[in-house]
């Protein structure tokens, strides 16, 4: 596979061209000002709109490049030439960074994938907080309290579920607590307990592992796959 390919289109469609070498003139192999979309692959490569490597150049590094509009090289570039790994580039050099893209890629030939798991990705965790009952003595008495408040807290957790858990057991340990509390004839103050709970709504992506070829790979989607996956022949996903 070659290092550097080009397409005639944007998001890798149309016809292609690759090198693995430096290239003076594009003609050379039919593309010259015909690029809109590049895939880099191993080392970076700089890519020129004039032969010799001349006008206007931005190094890429490895990966896609759907579109070659932000770097004004659309249909314009014509020499290409690997960079030296130990060569320092300016970073006004550089092109963009390269785009994770799961376009299908010319005339690839694609397969399905089975899934083998699937996890839905909620939001950031949120902070709830509730109001607890403490006691309050001049000469500490354990047993009350510890009662009351262990068995409130077991009451709580037994009827929580779902969205409300997190409420029903901080109302179970009140009540533990003032029950505590009332079995030994003590005050009780109010204290402020905060916790992380999971926020509400749809799930934000998708984990998804899925088996192609003997191996697993794993990928995030907006939306939950079916049983399989369409991936090419490196088991890289496509749509």
């Known amino acids: 596979m070659a290092d550097i390919t080009f397409y005639e289109d944007e998001q890798f469609r149309g016809r292609t061209g690759g090198i693995d070498s430096q290239v003076r003139f ?3 192999i039919g593309f010259n000002d015909r690029a809109s979309s590049i895939e880099v692959r191993g080392e970076r490569w700089e890519v020129c709109e004039d032969p010799d490597y001349r006008g206007r150049c931005r190094v890429l590094q490895p990966g896609s490049y759907p579109s070659l509009r932000s770097m004004g090289l659309d249909n314009r570039i014509s020499s290409a030439r ?11 050099r550089y092109g963009p960074d390269p785009q994770p893209t799961y376009y299908r890629r010319g005339e690839e030939t ?3 994938a089975q899934v083998v798991s699937v ?3 909620m939001g950031n965790e949120q902070q709830r907080c509730w109001i607890e009952q403490k006691e309050v003595r001049d000469r500490p008495n354990v047993g009350g309290a510890v009662i009351g408040g262990v068995l409130g807290g077991i009451l709580g957790h037994q009827f929580g579920g779902g ?12 009540g533990g607590a003032v029950v505590g509390s009332n079995v030994n004839r003590n005050d009780v103050r109010n204290v402020q307990r905060c916790g992380a709970a999971p926020s509400g709504g749809n799930p934000q992506f998708w984990d998804v592992t899925y088996r192609f070829n003997g191996q697993e790979h794993y990928m ?6 079916g049983a399989t996956v369409t991936v090419n022949a490196r088991g890289e996903p496509r749509e």
């Open 82 to 92: 690997r960079v030296d790994e130990r060569a320092e580039v300016g970073r006004d």
């Open 26 to 28: 594009l003609k050379e």
């Open 110 to 112: 694609l397969y399905q």
């Open 220 to 225: 995030q989607t907006r939306q939950p796959p």
């Open 163 to 174: 969205g409300g858990q997190a409420v029903t057991t901080a109302a179970g340990a009140i």
């Open 119 to 121: 996890r839905a990705v």
